[in-house]
């Protein structure tokens, strides 16, 4: 446009030339076509940065709804090709970072929640993300912040080696620690390099295995207990029946006696065993058959005959006060073997002349049934102890009885199964009262 100006321009001066008197109405024309063309080119050029003003702000704020529904600048030229675009991308990216947002949502729902302690950091041991499991294991209230410095947030010197022994060496690490603000606990930690990310770092995870190493200790114990109660016996029959075959066989005098006292450790092997099965049936859950209604006072009776002989044998008097009728679901077995136990010990651990009382009554929906008994009471240090399996308070009195140490261990399974609770109270010298409570039915 201006090149043709520009021509008619020269050709009018050309002509000009000629006649002087046109040149004022030349340069006039002249002056007109460029005021022209100037105003084309200023609305073209505002309309030109108009439309990419509209593709800028629906550019930056793609992800606002309001401007999802914004027209864009229509027309045939590049940025009209550059409109139509980017609305066909828009919703993709909008559906994209919805999914992103979901997932980091999902991501911190599971985290959160999670047991285990999760706490990941960058190439410059600073933290990326701690979950609320991870914090309070090292003390500190989550929220934790990602871009903070692992120094300023593991204090103690063995985890943070871990976390930066992966980062140097790339290599996966397990160890066992125990960390200052949660000193009674002992944790797991595994860590190993950052997978699936774009950005080089490390994973801790930490697996509280406090539980899990007292479930060791005690199986050990449990182990160790059992070879010693069956060596007292087995060391027993073994030397007396030696002893016999090594001619007290023919011993007028002994012979009976050395064939009781085997007879008498066979009876209390027999007993270790059978209480063993109980627990191990109990533990596996093995004899749970689906509790069914059982009657309170047909068991307590049941109960109280079994252990009649026994007190009779020992001078002490078997009292039944009151004992309201009362049903629990469970397993009639288990519970009778439950007063057997209780009933057996109140007799056992009595004095002579003693008496034993049970009583049953619905106390707030629960059957309360109490055993007291006039014996020779607990010492209040061994109180908390004597449902441990095979605890006793005096071993060699307890030998002698035929007792194993695990009737009590055997009772508390049963009731907890039950829902219900055991509850001691004794006095040294005075007596015992075992009170157990389990809902009614
Ligand atoms: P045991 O086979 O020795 O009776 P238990 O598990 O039934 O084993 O009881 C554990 C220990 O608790 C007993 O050895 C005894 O020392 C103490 N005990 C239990 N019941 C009584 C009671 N009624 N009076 C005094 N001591 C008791």
């Not at 909008?94 to 979901?102: A, C, F, I």
């Not at 991501?107 to 991870?134: P, Y």
């Not at 034993?356 to 010492?379: C, F, K, N, Q, Y």
């Amino acid at each position: 446009m201006l090149l043709l100006a520009a021509s008619l321009l020269a050709l009018d001066f050309a002509s000009a030339r000629l006649h002087p008197e046109l040149w004022p109405r030349l340069l006039g024309a002249s002056a007109l076509i460029l005021a022209l063309e100037g105003l084309l080119a200023w609305v073209f050029v505002r309309s030109f940065s108009r439309r990419i003003a509209q593709l800028q702000t629906y550019a930056e704020r793609l992800l606002d709804p309001e401007v999802a529904n914004q027209p864009l600048p229509t027309g045939d030229d590049d940025l009209g090709a550059l409109a139509r675009s980017l609305e066909r991308t828009a919703p993709q990216i909008r559906g994209l970072v919805d999914t992103l947002k979901l997932e980091s949502a999902r991501r911190d729902a599971i985290l959160a929640s999670m047991v285990e302690g999760v706490l990941a950091v960058d190439k410059d041991v600073r933290v990326m993300f701690c979950n609320s499991s991870f914090a309070r294991a090292l003390g500190v209230r989550p929220p934790v912040h990602a871009g903070m410095a692992l120094v300023e947030l593991v204090r103690d010197p063995g985890l943070r080696e871990i976390i930066t022994g992966v980062l140097t060496t790339g290599q996966r690490m397990e160890r066992r620690l125990t960390l200052p603000a949660a000193a009674d606990h002992t944790f797991e930690v595994v860590a190993g390099p950052l997978a699936g990310s774009s950005t080089p770092g490390a994973l801790a995870i930490l697996h509280d295995v406090t539980e899990l190493e007292r479930l060791e200790r005690v199986r050990k114990d449990f182990v160790a207990n059992v070879s010693h109660e069956l060596r007292t016996p087995l060391a027993a029959i073994r030397g007396y029946a030696e002893t016999l075959l090594d001619g007290a066989l023919q011993d007028e005098q002994y012979n009976r006696r050395f064939i009781e006292i085997i007879q008498a450790q066979a009876t209390r092997l027999s007993n270790i065993a059978s209480d063993l099965l109980t627990l191990s049936e109990l533990d596996s859950n093995a004899g749970a058959r689906q509790p069914t209604p059982v009657a309170i006072r047909g068991v307590l009776e049941s109960a109280l005959r079994t252990v009649e002989s026994a007190a009779r044998l020992r001078g002490v008097q078997l009292l039944a006060g009151r004992i309201d009728d009362l049903t629990v679901l469970g397993n009639e077995l288990q519970l009778e073997q439950v007063f057997v136990n209780l009933l057996d010990n109140a007799v056992k651990f009595n004095r002579p002349n003693g008496e034993v009382r049970l009583e049953a009554r619905a106390v707030d929906g629960h059957a309360s049934i109490t055993i007291r008994d006039s014996g020779i009471g607990i010492p209040s240090e061994d109180l908390p102890r004597i449902f441990e399996r095979f605890y006793r308070v005096d071993k060699a009195r307890s030998r002698e009885m035929g007792g194993t140490g695990l009737g009590l261990s055997i009772v508390k399974h049963v009731i907890e199964q039950m829902n219900g609770t055991i509850k001691v109270e004794s006095r040294l010298g005075e007596g015992s009262k075992f009170t157990v409570t389990i809902p009614a039915f």
